[in-house]
């Protein structure tokens, strides 16, 4: 399978997977890269795509759009993927979704998925972590470094949330703590309230009593195709710049984006930064030299 078709048919998958409605065979060859300029071509080879994504089991719908004409969507709750996976590394699979999945019931549809729940699972009884109260807005003091005033264990604290964590079963917060100037671990679950008291960063002179990693916030500046520009820029808090035809955005740690790349393969590119873009690049090299040989 030529790579520009692989290419193609990986964001096919991504363009049908996360839209509410059918899209028109016109809108997917009007949006999707790779496709002829021939509407005949672009059809015919549309047609193929189907078929080839059928035959790897995704579950593409033929539905009617808001406006009545014939549209294609995949019906991700019935997609599945034969993935030949030992009972040990099932059991693995089984036990990292549930540890951070927020429900047991999303993991156990996960691994369906992956060719089904596996029936001799050596790990054991697999049970979900459960997202404590105060994660959310916790994580919201992180991602735009704002400071609260907590009560944990029944005394107030001032701090700068800088990561959420899961270690042990339990859900932490990392954070620099404002009245010791130093970088403290809460865990949440034992936190009874947050409330913001505004921005106060932390400035030159505490941040050099933090510890290395602490502070991981990533600036990426990125390519995106037109058509996802407006949702990308709401989705990320990201600008645009018209001149340059790029979007940045800055979040606090790079994998809350990474994470997600894949949804946008063939949609968007990074630029910055380069060390990151390289590594991405080598990914996605792999990913379709695997598929390739599996094909």
């Known amino acids: 399978m030529a790579q520009a078709r692989l290419e193609r048919l990986m964001n096919v998958v991504a363009y049908l997977s ?22 005949g071509a672009a059809r015919r080879a549309f047609e193929r795509d189907k078929e080839d994504l059928r035959a790897m089991n995704f579950d593409i719908a033929l539905e009617d759009t808001p406006e009545g004409e014939s549209g294609y969507r995949i019906r991700k709750e019935n997609t599945y993927f034969d993935v030949k996976l030992t009972s040990a590394q099932r059991s693995i699979v089984e036990y990292a979704l549930a540890l951070y999945g927020p429900e047991k019931r999303l ?29 959310d807005d916790l994580y919201s003091a992180a991602s735009g470094n704002k400071t609260v005033c907590i009560t944990f264990r029944g005394e107030e604290r001032v701090i700068t949330p800088q990561r959420i ?27 009874l309230d947050v409330k913001e008291v505004g921005d106060q960063p932390i400035t030159s002179e505490e941040s050099e009593t933090m510890e290395i990693g602490e502070s991981e916030s990533v600036t990426f500046v990125v390519r995106v195709h037109p058509s996802l520009v407006e949702q990308f820029c709401a989705t990320w808090s990201g600008s645009h710049d018209m001149a340059n035809d790029t979007v940045q955005f800055t979040i606090p ?43």
């Open 18 to 39: 996360n839209t509410r409605r059918a899209l028109t065979l016109k809108e997917i060859v009007g949006t999707v890269p790779g496709y002829p300029e021939s509407v």
């Open 107 to 135: 993991a156990e549809n996960a691994v369906t998925k992956l060719g089904g729940m596996n029936p001799e699972n050596i790990v054991g009884e697999v049970t979900s972590l459960a997202l404590p109260a105060m994660v």
């Open 165 to 191: 964590i899961a270690r042990s079963g339990y859900w932490y917060v990392q954070a620099h703590d404002q009245d010791k100037n130093q970088s403290r671990t809460f865990r949440i679950d034992r936190i």
């Open 253 to 295: 740690r790079k994998e809350l984006f990474l994470t997600r790349l894949y949804e946008y393969s063939g949609f968007v590119a990074i630029l910055e930064p380069h060390d990151i873009a390289g590594e991405v690049a080598k990914s996605f090299e792999k990913a379709q030299q695997l598929i390739m040989e599996n094909a």
